[in-house]
């Protein structure tokens, strides 16, 4: 088990508060500003979600972002996808983060306080979801980087906003702004932006109210279909991106002797 003392600052990429009555806010930054996705945070990532999940103190965790976007800045710094060494630990730390997010047995909540262009199968994996005006859903990396989006997006959108509309926003990185994802079932609520975490923490305190066991339980209840989800097919859908990188590497080397 972990504890608060022990994680509170070990993430230079999360910024992590408690209230008195144990939820948990962690905030995704970049030197206190939006956060910079690349492979150290990727690595990191799959700690962090496996000491909150292991933290018995946590009731409700609320993940959001920090500046004007949730996720929606890139780099390659960090990231090895052209050796087999390097896939392996992108394979590795792709299949772990997102069943250390859904090992955090307490109810979950995304407060999205902007765009989510990349690594949006965080959000899906939340309980409840409340965006901004300003927040957009798009899966923009994968193809600008010509690499197949196996990384857990392939799963959860279809699963979420339906086999043909989920195939769709994939495979022509179609934005989705606020109205249309709540309409479709990805959000639950849009609030301006000053609301959106006093929002989140109303809900998180109602749910902390509930008895322990009861949180934990709803929470291992309500997401045992996105575990299998998960835990089958995350695996060959990181297998085939990492294929794809590979083929990408060997053009690449043959543009550039």
Do not use: C
Request: proline share 5%; net charge negative.
């Amino acid at each position: 088990m972990s504890n608060l003392a022990t994680y509170r600052n070990a993430y230079p990429n999360a910024r992590i508060s408690r209230s008195s009555s144990g939820v948990l806010e962690v905030a995704l930054h970049s030197d206190g500003g939006k956060l910079v996705f690349n492979g150290h945070t990727h690595q990191q990532f799959v700690d962090l979600f496996h000491d909150i999940g292991s933290d018995p103190d946590n009731r409700v965790v609320i993940l959001t972002g920090s500046g004007d976007a949730f996720m929606d800045a890139i780099s390659p710094e960090g990231f090895d996808f052209f050796t087999p060494e390097g896939y392996d630990k992108i394979f590795r730390e792709g299949r772990k983060v997102l069943m250390n997010l859904l090992d955090i047995e307490v109810p979950v909540i995304a407060a999205l306080n902007g765009p989510v262009l990349l690594h949006s199968e965080y959000a899906l994996l939340a309980d409840i979801v409340l965006a901004t005006p300003e927040t957009v859903f798009q899966d923009k990396p994968h193809f600008d980087f010509g690499i197949v989006p196996g990384d857990g997006v392939n799963l959860l959108w279809p699963e979420v906003i339906g086999s043909v509309r989920g195939r769709y926003f994939i495979l022509t990185r179609q934005q989705l702004d606020a109205e249309t994802a709540r309409d479709w079932g990805v959000v639950n609520e849009i609030l301006p932006s000053a609301q959106l975490l006093p929002r989140a923490h109303e809900i998180a305190e109602t749910l902390a109210a509930l008895p322990v066991l009861t949180g934990r339980y709803t929470r291992i209840a309500l997401t045992q279909k996105l575990r299998r989800l998960i835990d089958q097919d995350t695996g060959y859908g990181l297998a085939l991106e990492g294929i794809s990188a590979a083929a990408v590497a060997r053009g690449m080397a043959a543009a550039n002797p």
